[in-house]
Protein backbone atom coordinates (compact mmCIF):
# COMPACT_ATOMS: atom_id res chain seq x y z
CA UNK A 1 0.00 0.00 0.00
CA UNK A 2 1.46 3.33 -0.99
CA UNK A 3 1.64 6.13 0.91
CA UNK A 4 -1.30 8.33 -0.79
CA UNK A 5 -3.22 4.95 -0.23
CA UNK A 6 -2.44 4.99 3.91
CA UNK A 7 -3.34 8.46 3.95
CA UNK A 8 -6.62 7.56 2.32
CA UNK A 9 -7.75 4.73 4.19
CA UNK A 10 -6.13 7.17 7.85
CA UNK A 11 -9.15 9.09 6.88
CA UNK A 12 -11.54 6.94 8.48
CA UNK A 13 -9.43 6.68 11.53
CA UNK A 14 -8.99 10.45 11.80
CA UNK A 15 -12.54 11.58 11.00
CA UNK A 16 -14.87 8.73 12.14
CA UNK A 17 -16.15 8.83 15.37
CA UNK A 18 -16.42 5.18 15.80
CA UNK A 19 -12.84 4.44 16.13
CA UNK A 20 -9.70 5.78 16.63
CA UNK A 21 -7.36 3.82 14.30
CA UNK A 22 -8.64 1.06 11.67
CA UNK A 23 -6.47 -2.15 11.79
CA UNK A 24 -6.08 -5.35 11.65
CA UNK A 25 -6.20 -7.20 15.10
CA UNK A 26 -7.09 -10.62 17.30
CA UNK A 27 -9.59 -10.12 19.95
CA UNK A 28 -8.92 -11.19 23.34
CA UNK A 29 -12.25 -13.39 24.68
CA UNK A 30 -14.39 -10.63 25.66
CA UNK A 31 -13.83 -8.51 22.87
CA UNK A 32 -14.83 -11.76 20.59
CA UNK A 33 -18.15 -12.34 22.35
CA UNK A 34 -18.78 -8.48 21.77
CA UNK A 35 -17.91 -8.22 18.68
CA UNK A 36 -15.85 -5.56 16.81
CA UNK A 37 -16.70 -1.89 17.13
CA UNK A 38 -15.81 -0.71 13.71
CA UNK A 39 -15.22 -2.98 10.19
CA UNK A 40 -13.73 -0.85 6.92
CA UNK A 41 -13.63 -3.14 3.88
CA UNK A 42 -13.71 -1.61 0.49
CA UNK A 43 -16.95 -1.07 -1.09
CA UNK A 44 -16.56 -3.03 -4.44
CA UNK A 45 -14.35 -6.01 -3.30
CA UNK A 46 -11.86 -7.46 -6.50
CA UNK A 47 -11.81 -3.81 -7.82
CA UNK A 48 -9.40 -2.00 -8.44
CA UNK A 49 -8.40 0.81 -5.48
CA UNK A 50 -8.54 4.19 -6.12
CA UNK A 51 -5.48 6.14 -7.71
CA UNK A 52 -2.98 7.03 -5.15
CA UNK A 53 -1.08 9.65 -7.00
CA UNK A 54 -3.20 12.35 -5.79
CA UNK A 55 -5.09 13.21 -8.89
CA UNK A 56 -8.56 11.55 -7.57
CA UNK A 57 -10.91 11.91 -4.70
CA UNK A 58 -11.51 9.04 -2.80
CA UNK A 59 -14.53 8.27 -0.65
CA UNK A 60 -15.89 6.63 2.36
CA UNK A 61 -19.14 5.36 3.31
CA UNK A 62 -19.73 5.62 7.09
CA UNK A 63 -22.72 3.44 9.00
CA UNK A 64 -23.46 3.90 12.45
CA UNK A 65 -26.56 1.85 14.03
CA UNK A 66 -28.26 4.00 16.44
CA UNK A 67 -28.89 1.32 18.74
CA UNK A 68 -26.88 -1.92 17.88
CA UNK A 69 -23.71 -2.64 20.12
CA UNK A 70 -21.55 -4.24 18.01
CA UNK A 71 -21.15 -4.54 14.13
CA UNK A 72 -22.82 -8.09 13.82
CA UNK A 73 -26.21 -6.15 15.45
CA UNK A 74 -26.87 -3.46 12.89
CA UNK A 75 -29.68 -3.64 10.68
CA UNK A 76 -30.61 -0.17 9.84
CA UNK A 77 -27.80 2.62 9.55
CA UNK A 78 -29.21 5.77 11.58
CA UNK A 79 -25.73 7.69 11.09
CA UNK A 80 -25.27 7.81 7.23
CA UNK A 81 -22.07 9.76 6.14
CA UNK A 82 -19.97 10.07 3.07
CA UNK A 83 -16.60 11.73 4.13
CA UNK A 84 -14.44 12.75 1.11
CA UNK A 85 -11.01 13.38 0.79
CA UNK A 86 -8.72 15.17 -1.44
CA UNK A 87 -5.30 13.63 -0.96
CA UNK A 88 -3.35 16.54 -3.55
CA UNK A 89 -5.04 19.37 -1.46
CA UNK A 90 -4.89 17.10 2.23
CA UNK A 91 -8.48 18.36 2.74
CA UNK A 92 -11.81 16.47 3.52
CA UNK A 93 -15.35 17.43 3.30
CA UNK A 94 -18.49 15.10 5.23
CA UNK A 95 -21.69 14.39 3.40
CA UNK A 96 -24.17 13.83 6.13
CA UNK A 97 -27.91 11.80 4.57
CA UNK A 98 -30.92 11.91 6.98
CA UNK A 99 -32.21 8.89 8.03
CA UNK A 100 -36.24 9.33 6.50
CA UNK A 101 -34.22 10.90 3.54
CA UNK A 102 -37.01 9.26 0.62
CA UNK A 103 -35.12 7.66 -1.99
CA UNK A 104 -35.56 4.48 -4.19
CA UNK A 105 -33.46 1.58 -3.04
CA UNK A 106 -32.79 -1.39 -5.72
CA UNK A 107 -35.01 -3.62 -5.87
CA UNK A 108 -37.17 -2.35 -3.05
CA UNK A 109 -39.25 0.77 -4.57
CA UNK A 110 -38.60 4.05 -3.02
CA UNK A 111 -38.57 4.27 0.90
CA UNK A 112 -36.28 5.39 3.72
CA UNK A 113 -32.73 5.59 2.97
CA UNK A 114 -31.76 3.98 6.10
CA UNK A 115 -33.53 1.07 5.12
CA UNK A 116 -31.34 -0.16 2.60
CA UNK A 117 -28.57 -1.28 5.12
CA UNK A 118 -31.69 -3.56 6.31
CA UNK A 119 -33.12 -4.87 3.23
CA UNK A 120 -29.15 -5.49 1.99
CA UNK A 121 -26.62 -4.46 4.45
CA UNK A 122 -23.97 -2.04 3.84
CA UNK A 123 -23.19 -3.78 0.04
CA UNK A 124 -26.91 -2.44 -0.60
CA UNK A 125 -26.55 0.86 1.29
CA UNK A 126 -23.26 1.81 -1.24
CA UNK A 127 -25.67 0.95 -4.27
CA UNK A 128 -28.34 3.12 -3.02
CA UNK A 129 -25.76 5.70 -2.24
CA UNK A 130 -24.37 5.59 -5.26
CA UNK A 131 -27.23 5.69 -7.44
CA UNK A 132 -28.80 8.50 -5.93
CA UNK A 133 -25.45 10.64 -5.75
CA UNK A 134 -23.28 9.86 -8.89
CA UNK A 135 -20.68 9.44 -6.54
CA UNK A 136 -18.63 6.38 -6.45
CA UNK A 137 -17.96 4.78 -3.03
CA UNK A 138 -14.61 3.75 -2.29
CA UNK A 139 -14.25 2.20 1.54
CA UNK A 140 -17.17 1.29 3.80
CA UNK A 141 -17.12 1.68 8.05
CA UNK A 142 -19.96 0.17 9.79
CA UNK A 143 -20.16 0.14 13.51
CA UNK A 144 -22.29 -0.40 16.09
CA UNK A 145 -23.39 3.24 17.26
CA UNK A 146 -24.35 2.66 20.56
CA UNK A 147 -20.67 1.41 21.79
CA UNK A 148 -18.35 4.46 20.30
CA UNK A 149 -18.45 6.06 23.32
CA UNK A 150 -16.06 3.31 24.77
CA UNK A 151 -13.72 4.71 22.26
CA UNK A 152 -14.33 7.79 23.76
CA UNK A 153 -13.76 7.20 26.91
CA UNK A 154 -10.34 5.67 26.01
CA UNK A 155 -9.25 8.36 24.16
CA UNK A 156 -9.73 10.45 27.08
CA UNK A 157 -13.01 12.64 25.48
CA UNK A 158 -13.59 15.09 22.73
CA UNK A 159 -13.92 18.72 22.61
CA UNK A 160 -17.29 18.98 20.58
CA UNK A 161 -18.00 22.88 19.14
CA UNK A 162 -21.99 22.49 20.43
CA UNK A 163 -23.70 24.86 17.83
CA UNK A 164 -26.67 25.92 19.98
CA UNK A 165 -27.50 25.26 23.64
CA UNK A 166 -29.41 21.39 23.74
CA UNK A 167 -31.79 20.92 25.84
CA UNK A 168 -33.48 17.24 24.90
CA UNK A 169 -35.15 15.33 27.66
CA UNK A 170 -34.99 12.04 25.34
CA UNK A 171 -30.70 11.89 25.23
CA UNK A 172 -30.64 13.35 28.68
CA UNK A 173 -28.32 15.96 27.26
CA UNK A 174 -28.07 19.73 28.44
CA UNK A 175 -25.83 21.45 27.18
CA UNK A 176 -24.84 25.26 26.39
CA UNK A 177 -23.12 26.66 23.59
CA UNK A 178 -19.51 26.86 22.59
CA UNK A 179 -16.45 23.65 23.33
CA UNK A 180 -17.95 21.01 25.84
CA UNK A 181 -14.83 18.39 26.69
CA UNK A 182 -17.29 15.12 26.56
CA UNK A 183 -17.15 12.12 27.70
CA UNK A 184 -18.46 8.99 25.73
CA UNK A 185 -21.70 9.30 27.72
CA UNK A 186 -21.81 12.91 26.77
CA UNK A 187 -20.70 12.58 22.71
CA UNK A 188 -22.95 9.38 22.29
CA UNK A 189 -26.25 11.77 23.60
CA UNK A 190 -24.90 14.55 21.35
CA UNK A 191 -24.90 12.68 18.21
CA UNK A 192 -28.69 11.42 18.87
CA UNK A 193 -30.00 14.57 19.83
CA UNK A 194 -33.00 15.69 17.20
CA UNK A 195 -35.30 17.12 19.95
CA UNK A 196 -33.43 19.51 21.81
CA UNK A 197 -32.30 20.77 18.59
CA UNK A 198 -33.51 23.63 15.91
CA UNK A 199 -33.81 21.32 13.00
CA UNK A 200 -34.94 17.60 13.93
CA UNK A 201 -32.55 14.93 11.43
CA UNK A 202 -31.32 17.65 9.68
CA UNK A 203 -29.58 19.15 12.86
CA UNK A 204 -28.48 15.65 14.40
CA UNK A 205 -26.84 14.60 10.86
CA UNK A 206 -25.18 17.56 11.38
CA UNK A 207 -23.92 17.28 14.82
CA UNK A 208 -22.35 13.83 13.96
CA UNK A 209 -20.31 15.43 11.76
CA UNK A 210 -19.40 18.05 14.34
CA UNK A 211 -18.13 15.20 16.29
CA UNK A 212 -15.80 13.32 13.53
CA UNK A 213 -14.99 16.70 13.25
CA UNK A 214 -13.43 17.38 16.88
CA UNK A 215 -11.87 13.54 16.62
CA UNK A 216 -9.93 14.68 14.01
CA UNK A 217 -9.06 17.76 15.18
CA UNK A 218 -7.72 15.78 18.66
CA UNK A 219 -6.00 13.61 16.85
CA UNK A 220 -4.01 16.19 14.69
CA UNK A 221 -3.01 18.42 17.93
CA UNK A 222 -2.23 15.50 20.33
CA UNK A 223 -0.17 14.28 17.65
CA UNK A 224 1.45 18.26 17.29
CA UNK A 225 2.23 18.59 21.20
CA UNK A 226 3.39 14.60 21.79
CA UNK A 227 3.87 12.50 18.86
CA UNK A 228 4.12 9.43 21.66
CA UNK A 229 0.23 10.08 21.80
CA UNK A 230 -0.28 7.99 19.03
CA UNK A 231 0.40 5.05 20.33
CA UNK A 232 -2.75 5.22 22.57
CA UNK A 233 -4.80 5.95 19.81
CA UNK A 234 -3.14 2.95 17.82
CA UNK A 235 -3.82 0.87 20.91
CA UNK A 236 -8.14 1.62 21.31
CA UNK A 237 -7.55 0.74 17.29
CA UNK A 238 -6.38 -2.52 18.20
CA UNK A 239 -8.75 -3.33 21.21
CA UNK A 240 -11.76 -2.52 19.21
CA UNK A 241 -11.70 -2.38 15.44
CA UNK A 242 -11.39 -5.10 12.80
CA UNK A 243 -10.21 -4.83 8.91
CA UNK A 244 -7.36 -6.58 6.92
CA UNK A 245 -4.85 -3.52 6.88
CA UNK A 246 -1.19 -5.33 7.92
CA UNK A 247 0.04 -4.61 10.99
CA UNK A 248 3.50 -3.45 9.60
CA UNK A 249 1.46 -0.45 7.95
CA UNK A 250 -0.18 0.51 11.17
CA UNK A 251 2.36 3.41 11.77
CA UNK A 252 2.31 4.72 8.28
CA UNK A 253 -0.89 4.88 8.47
CA UNK A 254 -1.37 6.24 12.18
CA UNK A 255 0.97 8.84 11.11
CA UNK A 256 -0.80 9.71 7.82
CA UNK A 257 -4.00 10.40 9.77
CA UNK A 258 -2.09 12.37 12.58
CA UNK A 259 -0.91 14.64 9.57
CA UNK A 260 -4.45 15.56 8.52
CA UNK A 261 -4.72 19.22 9.60
CA UNK A 262 -7.56 20.40 12.07
CA UNK A 263 -9.13 22.70 9.23
CA UNK A 264 -8.42 19.90 6.42
CA UNK A 265 -11.76 19.31 6.87
CA UNK A 266 -13.50 22.51 5.14
CA UNK A 267 -17.02 21.46 5.20
CA UNK A 268 -19.35 19.08 7.49
CA UNK A 269 -22.80 19.85 5.48
CA UNK A 270 -26.15 17.87 5.25
CA UNK A 271 -28.22 16.79 1.59
CA UNK A 272 -30.65 19.43 1.82
CA UNK A 273 -34.16 18.95 1.77
CA UNK A 274 -37.99 19.37 3.39
CA UNK A 275 -39.88 17.69 5.71
CA UNK A 276 -42.68 15.94 4.17
CA UNK A 277 -45.58 13.18 4.76
CA UNK A 278 -46.05 9.59 2.43
CA UNK A 279 -48.98 7.59 3.67
CA UNK A 280 -49.15 8.98 7.08
CA UNK A 281 -44.78 8.42 7.31
CA UNK A 282 -43.03 11.50 8.27
CA UNK A 283 -40.25 11.61 5.76
CA UNK A 284 -37.29 14.07 3.90
CA UNK A 285 -37.49 14.80 0.72
CA UNK A 286 -34.87 15.72 -1.55
CA UNK A 287 -34.21 19.47 -2.55
CA UNK A 288 -33.64 20.56 -5.94
CA UNK A 289 -30.40 21.55 -5.13
CA UNK A 290 -29.23 18.11 -3.61
CA UNK A 291 -27.92 17.46 -7.19
CA UNK A 292 -25.75 20.29 -7.02
CA UNK A 293 -24.34 19.43 -3.74
CA UNK A 294 -23.59 15.69 -5.32
CA UNK A 295 -22.08 17.15 -8.10
CA UNK A 296 -19.85 19.05 -6.33
CA UNK A 297 -18.91 16.51 -4.11
CA UNK A 298 -18.34 13.78 -6.69
CA UNK A 299 -15.70 16.60 -8.50
CA UNK A 300 -12.84 16.85 -6.17
CA UNK A 301 -14.28 14.99 -2.90
CA UNK A 302 -15.07 18.69 -1.30
CA UNK A 303 -18.06 20.50 -0.84
CA UNK A 304 -19.73 23.18 0.18
CA UNK A 305 -22.54 23.74 1.86
CA UNK A 306 -25.48 25.45 0.33
Known amino acids: MKFRRLV ?36 HPGEHVPSTDGTDPIFFLVLGDSTARTVEQSNIADSIHVVGYNPQQNKASILGFPRDLWVPIPGHGTTKINAA ?26 TGFMT ?47 YGVPNGDFSRSENQGVILQGLQSKLFKEFKQDPGRILDWIGTGLRNTENNIPFEELMALSFAAAKLPSKGVTANCVVPGVI ?31
Not at 17 to 30: F, G, I, L, R
Not at 159 to 165: D, H, L, Q, T
Not at 167 to 190: I, P, R, W, Y
Not at 282 to 292: C, F, M, W
Request: net charge neutral; charged share 20%; aromatic share 4%.
Open 8 to 43: ATALVVGLAAWAAVSVASDMNTSQASAGPLLQLAPA
Open 117 to 142: SEYGGSELMVQTIEDLTGIKIDYVAS
Open 148 to 194: FRTIINELGGVIVKVPYPINDSHTKLNVDAGKEDMNGKEALAFARSR
Open 276 to 306: ANVGGISIVKEAATAQKVYKDMAKDGLVKCK
